[in-house]
Nanobody, 122 residues
Framework: QVQLVESGGGLVQAGDSLRVSCAASGGTFSRLAMGWFRQAPGKEREFVAGISWSGLTTYYADSVKGRFTMSRDNAKRTGYLQMNSLKPEDTAVYYC???????????????WGQGIQVTVSS
């Protein structure tokens, strides 16, 4: 089994940048695709970004393209989501996930972190 723990969230102002991390422990990590999802109050959980196990393929939701960047360091067993030009509508709980294949559906991922709050003020 793989355990995922997010860190690096917090409160920032619109236009600022923030990097959240996802540290993995236990089981296999290097061969797993990773994804980030977010859920705002009163809204459904939505896909944000994904990255293949090799780190060579990434995919982003239209709402974050050009602003967010995913990366991973398999030696450190850690994935990252760099968030630039943050907007108030980016405010949500962000969840790290891992699974055997990259995808936009939450059902594609077997492992989930506990979530971390990101708040962007205007």
């Amino acid at each position: 089994q793989v355990q995922l723990v997010e860190s690096g969230g917090g409160l920032v102002q619109a236009g600022d940048s923030l990097r959240v991390s996802c540290a993995a422990s236990g089981g296999t990590f290097s061969r797993l695709a990773m994804g980030w999802f977010r859920q705002a109050p009163g809204k459904e959980r939505e896909f944000v970004a994904g990255i293949s196990w090799s780190g060579l393929t990434t995919y982003y939701a239209d709402s974050v393209k050009g602003r967010f960047t995913m990366s991973r360091d398999n030696a450190k067993r850690t994935g990252y989501l760099q968030m630039n030009s943050l907007k108030p509508e980016d405010t949500a709980v962000y969840y790290c996930a891992a699974g055997i294949r990259l995808g936009e559906r939450s059902a594609a991922y077997n492992y989930w972190g506990q979530g971390i709050q990101v708040t962007v003020s205007s």
